[in-house]
Structures are given as structure tokens and as C-alpha cells.
């Protein structure tokens, strides 16, 4: 991967941790604004009911021709009072909506950012991948020590050991089968102790999931990158047994024929 696709993603992810943090202060200040706005309000629409209140005791007084001018001073108070306050909130609901209009501009930067960084890592796995996929993939090494052709044995020792093995594969797959039944059977038991036996589960662990991988390549166009494995060892000695089977057969007839 080149150190340009590298440094352009970091410098990504350091301009949106950025904008995060100018979001969050931008959040923090809409927030105090509004509740400073709210206040305010709430103070202006107090003082209009006090001015109003005074209003009515001045008509009042001017009704009974007694406290004209206390009255009035009252009213003349509360009327600046509320003028006073109007102008308070009128410039704490500017102010909020200037900070309100500061976080739209910083989320929306944010998601402008963060398309970017999502950008800038998509291309920076997909260099990743390119370089992966373009790597020579030899085969696995051969792990087997391999004799050289003086040191071979006689056919007939070959033909023992090949008869061995067969027989003993065979019959651990057998032994496979038979232990997979009753390890079958034992799952269905839940954790516990059952006289001398636990049952007991451990947890699994997660694995690539190779299938949707290869899915995700085929969907962009491109080919899963591959990984040589070791060569499978085989070894067919049907035959052979077939022959000794054959001779054993023969052999317990004459048997009992000479019996």
C-alpha cells in the first residue's frame, strides 16, 4: 500500500476526530443559548403581567382619584422594565439562533468528513487487498523428508507398511464414525454432573467467514485472494489387499482340503 493512500486516510481521521470535537461544542453551546433564550422569555412574559397588573391598579386610582401618581411611577417602572427585558431576549434568541445554526454547519461538516475518512479506508483496504492478491503464492513446502533413490526399501517392505496403514486408516475412521455417534448422542445433555461423568461447553470462537468474503470480491469484480495448502498425502493399497485376501482364501482351502 502506498504511503500517500496511508497519509491522506490519517489526515482523514484527524480532520473528522476534529469536527467531532467542534460538533460537541457546538452542541454544548446550542444547548446554553437556548436555555438562556428560555429564561428569558419567561422573564419578559413575567414583566408583562406586572405591567399589566399595574396598568389595571392605575385605572383603578384614577377611578377613586387616590394614589394617581404612585401608580403611575409603578407602571412607568414596570413598562421600562419589560422594554429592557424584550431587548434581552430578543438579542439571547439571536444568540441561540446563531448557535443553532453553528451545530447544523458542524454536523453537516461532520458527515461531509466522514464520507471521506469512509473513503479513504475503503481505498486503503482495497490497496491492502491488491497488494495481497498480487503477492506470488507458491505452493506450501513439502514437509515430507523424501528418500533418495539408494535408500528406498524392497517392495516388500512397502507393500507390508502400505497394508498397515491401510487397514489401521480403515479402521480409525471406523472408530471415527462410532466416536462422533456418541459424541452426537452426549450433546444433546445439558452442563452438568452426571454421576461420574461432567458435561460441560466452552465457548467458541469467532472464523472468517470465507464464504461471504468471496462474495464481497465476486460483488466488486475482483478474485478472493487464495492461500497454497500442504499437498494431500495418499496412499491406495487396494490392490495388494486384494491379493492377500485372495491368498488367505486360497491358502484356508487347501487347508481343508488336506484336513
Same mark, same amino acid.
Given at each position: ?46 414583566? %408583562? ?5 399595574? @396598568?389595571? =391598579?392605575?385605572? !383603578? *386610582?384614577? &377611578? +377613586?382619584?387616590?394614589? #394617581?401618581? $404612585? /401608580? ?35 454536523? %453537516? ?5 466522514? @464520507?471521506? =475518512?469512509?473513503? !479513504? *479506508?475503503? &481505498? +486503503?483496504?482495497?490497496? #491492502?487487498? $491488491? /497488494? ?48 462422533? *455417534? ?78
Amino acid at each position: 500500500m502506498s504511503s500517500k493512500t496511508t497519509a491522506t486516510a490519517a489526515r482523514t481521521m484527524a480532520r473528522l476526530v476534529e469536527a467531532e470535537d467542534v460538533l460537541t461544542a457546538a452542541r454544548r453551546e446550542e444547548a446554553r443559548a437556548a436555555g438562556v433564550a428560555e429564561r428569558a422569555t419567561a422573564r419578559v412574559i413575567k414583566a %408583562r403581567t406586572l405591567r399589566t397588573e399595574a @396598568r389595571k =391598579a392605575l385605572r !383603578a *386610582a384614577e &377611578r +377613586s382619584g387616590k394614589g #394617581i401618581a $404612585a /401608580a403611575a411611577r409603578r407602571l412607568a417602572t414596570r413598562e421600562a422594565r419589560v422594554l429592557e427585558l424584550d431587548e434581552t431576549a430578543r438579542t439571547a434568541r439571536a444568540e441561540a439562533t446563531t448557535a443553532r445554526r453553528a451545530r447544523r454547519a458542524a454536523e %453537516r461538516r461532520v458527515e461531509r468528513i466522514s @464520507r471521506r =475518512a469512509a473513503l !479513504a *479506508a475503503t &481505498r +486503503s483496504v482495497e490497496k #491492502i487487498t $491488491a /497488494a495481497l492478491g498480487e503477492t506470488s503464492l507458491a505452493p506450501a513446502p513439502e514437509t515430507d523428508r523424501l528418500l533418495a533413490a539408494d535408500e528406498l526399501p524392497t517392495l516388500a517392505e512397502i507393500e507390508t507398511h502400505a497394508a498397515r496403514y491401510t487397514e489401521l486408516d480403515r479402521q480409525a475412521k471406523d472408530l471415527a464414525k462410532l466416536a462422533d *455417534a456418541e459424541k452426537t448422542w452426549l450433546r444433546r445433555l445439558p452442563n452438568g454432573t452426571y454421576g461420574r461423568v461432567v458435561i460441560n461447553r466452552t465457548p467458541g470462537r469467532s472464523v472468517l467467514d470465507g464464504a461471504q468474503v468471496a462474495l464481497d470480491y465476486t460483488d466488486r469484480g475482483e478474485v478472493p485472494p487464495r492461500k497454497a495448502t500442504r499437498t494431500t498425502f495418499k496412499c491406495d493399497a487396494t490392490a495388494l489387499l486384494a491379493d492377500l485376501a485372495t491368498a488367505n482364501e486360497e491358502a484356508a482351502a487347501v487347508l481343508t482340503i488336506a484336513a
